[in-house]
């Protein structure tokens, strides 16, 4: 049974999952899964919010377009092998949630599914989503990691809930 | 003498204080201060990145645009009177500075300065910044912070150091 935590006290630890092996997003219904390891974590609007990048070409990219949800999953250590299949493969020639041995619950607060194995999840619903503008960004950044262009659109996502 | 801190150690008091009382952003050359209570921190492109938002209508806001630098400065409770002060009265008409009594150190890894009561402050380079956008922001949020418009611009600075 999950338990409502206090967010402040997991912050660290989900800034060093995002530096370290990755987090997984869900979206979409059917969902998908995806690693990542770009986010931020804030208080904007007088609400906390998670920051997402997903890039268009990516399969995440229409579920979190049409569901305007999402859940960020931190898996514990042991899951490596999995992490590194949902960042390697597409949800478009693999089953990731079959290949992962994961089991998949429906969200608390939104419809989007969490991670049972997940030791925390962050219950998320977009509101407001912007691209990154080739223009503005630092140009040593935008040669590394955007050659082809393809660049992120930043998701905002409200938390409204995070439990462990 | 500041000492360079691990930023994970940190995050959650930082959260805390934006929630809370706020914090102090500094930009431009003469540097102007301005309490913000909205900012996002986390890992983008490799980077550490703080984000903060400003309205064009700020006299911060054309200090961040020519300086391309900010520092954020953490300060301890009893200073609550001087973080008020930041927050409400504008920099082109009372010197900020002055009022509060602090004092301005050069950064250390910025020319920004940052402000030597505070416990821990942010040094931080931008290297990414866009617009707010109507269109894709939530309605609620849109009629509630926006009525004459003014959208933030938020601007992404990885951080090059944080010390306490």
Not at 65 to 92: I, W, Y
Not at 96 to 121: D, M, N, Y
């Amino acid at each position: 049974m999950r338990k409502e935590v206090e967010i402040s006290s997991i912050f660290g630890e989900t800034l060093e999952k995002l530096k370290g092996q990755g987090v997984i997003l869900i979206a979409g219904d059917p969902p998908n899964l995806m690693t990542i390891g770009w986010g931020t974590i804030g208080f904007i609007w007088g609400k906390l919010i998670f920051t997402v990048l997903v890039r268009p070409s990516r399969f995440t990219y229409s579920r979190m377009e049409s569901s305007g949800e999402f859940t960020v999953n931190l898996l514990p250590d042991a899951f490596s092998h999995q992490l590194s299949l949902c960042g390697s493969k597409s949800g478009r020639d693999v089953d990731k949630i079959a290949e992962c041995g994961f089991t998949l619950e429906r969200g608390i607060h939104v419809t989007t599914p969490f991670i049972r194995e997940s030791s925390i999840h962050f219950e998320c619903r977009i509101i407001h989503k912007h691209d990154l503008l080739p223009e503005t960004l630092d140009k040593g950044i935008l040669k590394k990691y955007y050659p082809m262009g393809d660049l992120h659109r930043v998701f905002y996502g409200e938390i409204v809930g995070v439990f462990k």
